[in-house]
């Protein structure tokens, strides 16, 4: 039903940017009913960045001020500005939907912090 593509991965430097995109197709409930995961070996996926009701978003402690989600309801697509990034930052990134208690992910985009 749900179909999510990550893109915007890649190798960048500490204090460099990326931006990630998802895009999606098929019936989402809305852009405000997605966000961003992370995961690295060895440890839990965890929620980097989502919206809230009325459009306010939220984020993870760890990337305040440095990350910004944002969408776009006309191209099903979310974003996901990364700034200043960290060697911590390393991770696959997992664009995530929930609809009616059911979760769809996308299959990841690597992003590699490293000198």
């Known amino acids: 039903q749900v179909q999510l593509v990550e893109s915007g991965g890649g190798l960048v430097q500490p204090g460099g940017s990326l931006r990630l995109s998802c895009a999606a197709s098929g019936s989402i409930f809305s852009i405000n009913a997605m966000g961003w995961y992370r995961q690295v070996p060895g440890k839990q996926r965890e929620l980097v960045a989502t919206?809230?009701?009325?459009?306010?978003?939220k984020y993870v402690d760890s990337v305040k001020g440095r990350f910004t989600i944002s969408g776009d309801n006309a191209k099903k697509a979310v974003y996901l500005q990364m700034n200043s990034l960290k060697h911590e930052d390393t991770a696959v990134y997992y664009c995530?939907?929930?609809?009616?208690?059911?979760?769809?992910w996308g299959k990841g985009t690597l992003v590699t912090v490293s000198e």
């Open positions: 919206f809230t009701i009325g459009g306010s978003t």
């Open positions: 995530h939907h929930k609809a009616y208690g059911v979760d769809y």
